[in-house]
């Protein structure tokens, strides 16, 4: 495309190749999603690691409350400070 002439020269005027900028403002755009994305993809393993670390420590309380809770229905009755004293007479 012929944009006009030089002065003085009488030769064309060219379009100067638009890709320079514009090429490396959307390489930079380019590699900042990337960037972003590379970030976020590391967030969110590590809140699903964290999730995970949490979801096993739930499950393994869960498991110690039964056991606990278990034992306390098969345990004896324990007896109160009034009548361990008693007995004792």
């Known amino acids: 495309m012929v944009i006009g002439q030089t002065r003085g020269?009488?030769?064309?005027?060219?379009?100067?190749?638009?890709?320079?900028?514009?090429?490396r403002a959307e390489q930079i755009e380019l590699a900042?999603?990337?960037l972003a994305l590379?970030?976020?993809?590391?967030?969110?393993?590590?809140?699903?690691?964290?999730a995970d670390s949490a979801a096993a420590d739930v499950a393994r309380l869960n498991e110690?409350?039964?056991?606990?809770?278990?034992?306390k229905r098969s345990a004896p009755p324990t007896q109160t400070l009034g009548q361990t004293a008693a007995s004792r007479r």
């Open 9 to 23: 020269s009488g030769r064309p005027l060219t379009q100067c190749p638009p890709a320079s900028d514009d090429q």
């Open 38 to 50: 590379a970030q976020e993809s590391a967030a969110r393993a590590a809140v699903q690691k964290t």
């Open 64 to 71: 110690e409350l039964q056991f606990l809770r278990g034992q």
């Open 32 to 34: 900042r999603a990337r």
